[in-house]
């Protein structure tokens, strides 16, 4: 599944990379940004949610693998047997869990604009966890209107 998983508390917003490459830290940008830093492949079949534009080389995951809260996120060279690179983002809609340990979820900072950091934060269920998914086909017709 390609697309852009958007901010639920500011639709304008979406999850991104500051620069594609290893160790890129995971910030909100805007959701009109240049594809190449907003766009994912979310793989349901392995939970490794990795960045287009690297052709599945780049992952998401945690930094230094230190499952705590505030954590950033930033890419990874993707590792299928590292569960720090892996998500669960089926069992409860609109949230982004960790499989490395479920109680912990991708979070926005400080529910704040474009530019804010994207860590690791345990689950509270608030509105900085919430994401929503936009599939690529959904994004083109968006663009076009």
């Known amino acids: 599944m390609i697309g ?3 901010y639920a508390a500011n639709q304008e917003l ?3 990379v500051s620069d594609q490459q290893k160790d890129a830290t995971a910030i909100l940008l805007r959701a009109d940004s240049s594809l190449d830093k ?3 492949n979310l793989d349901p079949r392995t939970g490794v949610i990795s960045l287009s534009a690297s052709d599945g080389a780049l992952a998401l995951a945690i930094k230094n693998k230190n499952i705590a809260s505030g954590t950033d996120l930033v890419l990874q060279l993707t590792n299928l047997n590292e569960p ?3 998500w669960d983002f089926a069992s409860k809609p609109g949230f982004i869990f ?3 340990n479920k109680s912990y979820v991708i979070d926005d900072q400080t529910r704040g604009g474009a ?3 994207v860590q690791l ?3 509270n269920g608030s509105i900085a966890q919430q994401w929503k998914f936009i599939a690529l ?3 083109s017709a968006l663009a076009s209107e």
């Open 4 to 6: 852009i998983l958007k």
């Open 14 to 16: 979406a999850l991104g």
């Open 38 to 40: 907003i766009l994912w």
């Open 84 to 86: 720090t690179q892996k």
């Open 98 to 100: 960790s499989q490395a």
């Open 115 to 117: 530019g804010t950091r």
């Open 121 to 123: 934060f345990e689950f």
């Open 137 to 139: 086909d959904r994004v």
